[in-house]
């Protein structure tokens, strides 16, 4: 696959590396959807689940879902960089195989938890060894061929936006009928069930880049000059401002939902979390089907425009969930708002690979997932206290705010640098990511 990179003539390496990437693709994107389903299943029904284990009041389950969730997202953003660096050095399907069966572990012993402060210690944990979708992305990012960018990272997140949509929906009725902790085995046989697929079925022809390379201090500099460019920059920042965005409600959301719900008549903590996991679940199936659309319409007018209207929608879609009134608007908005979200991410990961060297995506991709989890780790913790001290409502008010401030200054940063560069001359396919 790196192979291509270099130039090698399609005639004599084409035919059998496009089998392998489109093998490896197909089979990286059901993995994926399984092991998003394996983490989101607690998503629709974790406050109730602390609730269980000893927090005392919504307030408290609140604070108590924001630090966990704010937790396992501090740890990736420390780990996250040093695995790419690993996973440049000796492969990107080790470090998949690394992040599913280290989910497996967690997950699956969070349904033996006594205490809140179990689920904190194991998210923790799991912060630091797992991290499927970045190495799932390096790993497809150097073997898609150019013209297919789009495409296969939009496959992808279709994949994560699957899972997510599954996840929540399964996980509510799961808590429903068989109980919390036997819900989080559910998730860990998930997150089994994929590193098996990926164990089985990835091929990785991996070539190390030379130990110099990373080692010597004038090497380092040069190759690390790119790393400020200020696209890549504009984008790292984007995903930390999104991936805040996203956990500042994720935490609150099924009590919000419960707040709701008793405006309108709908109560009880197991109705909630069904109503939540409708909710979320519909978000992830419109995202999942926005995201192969757009992230194939990106590769034919461009993938900033697709950033920009996707992030310009997140945030206007966001504003109204602060004034609903009744559950079905906010499920509604949801479905919408994942529309949007299904044209952001796998344009901005486009965006990232058009700036980034093919011998250094372990690294960049390692970098923007811990983008991602400072925005991760801080959201939760904002958004938690927001709701703690100002209501549910403020949250999302706020959080479609962040969305249009951080839009706005996208389109000022895309309107003064130059455009990506066009496609590479014909007869050589670049590893993209």
Known sequence: MDDLGKGTPPATANAPQRNVWRRNLYALT???ALAIIGFSLRESFLPFYLKSLGADSNDSAAIWSGLIS???AGVMAITAPLWGIVSDRHGRKPMLLRAMFGALITVGLMGLAQAPWHLLALRFLEGALTGTVTATTALVAVSAPKERLGFSLGLVSTAVFSGASLGP???GLLADQIGYRWTFAVGGACLGAAGL???VFVEENFQRVARGAFTEKKSFRANASWIMAPILVTMIVVLASVRFAQMSTRPIF????????NLSGVSGDARAASLAGIALGLLGFTSAIASIILGRRGDRVGHRKILIGSIFGAGLLYLPMAAVTAVWQLIVLQALFG????????ATNATVAEATPPERRGVVFGITAAA????????????????????????????GVVLLAVAFWVSYVFAHSAKPEEPAEPGIELPTG
Do not use: C, K, N
Request: glycine share 24%.
């Open 339 to 346: 529309i949007a979200a299904g044209g952001l991410i796998p």
């Open 70 to 72: 704010a937790g396992g």
């Open 197 to 199: 697929i990926v164990l």
């Open 169 to 171: 929906f399964l996980g």
């Open 254 to 261: 099924p009590l919000y939902v419960e707040q709701v719900g």
């Open 372 to 399: 991602g989890s400072v925005g991760g780790t801080i959201g939760p913790l904002v958004g938690s206290a927001t709701a703690a001290s100002l209501g549910f409502r403020a949250t999302f008010l706020g959080t």
């Open 30 to 32: 059901i993995a994926q």
